[in-house]
């Protein structure tokens, strides 16, 4: 038998979409293969300038996956599709429909490589929130929420809101121990599989690739956060 021979990692660029406010106040950029990589600015032009500035904050992420190399390899940003997002999008400066290209359902390779990446970035996260301090720098982002009130506002927006899109339904706070969160964590990842197969009542205007993404995007943002209001004396590595 021939032995294995490694797959070269081959150079592709990074597939972007520009999802634009309906009143042009705000714009997002994101990575389509890369689920979580996302940013938002005033313009486009900002956004894209803004996701790249992310590239190596991402990095690790991608590392945590299993697709470290494939995403060194990567080459620059470019734009696939430039569509109108939603009156969230002018607000918050966030996705909050799926693209073109999200669409139901996914090939299974597909899937598990998302799957992947979002399982990395809760990795990416639960590190974050173990080394930054509990008392957050102040400023306009979050409120000034300190690092508790940011753990607890993700787990629950995603456990608790977001899970329900693919037919979850757990107590309050029911994610909020480390058991729990364990539990939700692989109970969410199951019932992903299982929609994506076919089963459960589809949703009405999410995808499950926007699902993953926007599940990835929530825990990034907010591990970022958390980085970047760190008061600790040893900062985290961005």
Known sequence: MRPDIPRPVIARPVRVIIERGPKGKKSVVFA??????????KTP??????????RQRYRPVAVEAGFGDEFDAAGGLE?????AGTGSTDFWGISFSPSS??????????MERRIRLLQAAWSYFDDVAALVSAEMRRGPRG???DRDQIVRHVIRNESEEFAKKVGIRIPEEAA??????????????????AYNAGEGKP????????????SAFHVLDHAWEMEDKNLAESPTAS
Do not use: C
């Open 32 to 41: 389509l293969d890369w689920s979580g990589w996302n940013r938002g600015a």
């Open 45 to 54: 032009e900002l956004a894209l300038e803004v996701l790249e500035s992310y």
């Open 79 to 83: 734009v696939v599709e430039d569509r």
């Open 101 to 110: 290209t999200e669409q139901d359902p996914m090939d299974p390779e597909e």
């Open 143 to 145: 409120g000034g929420r």
């Open 176 to 193: 909020l121990t480390p058991a729990g969160l364990r539990k939700h964590r692989e109970g969410y990842v199951a019932a992903m599989r």
């Open 203 to 214: 949703m009405r205007s999410w995808t499950l690739p926007f699902l993953i993404r926007h």
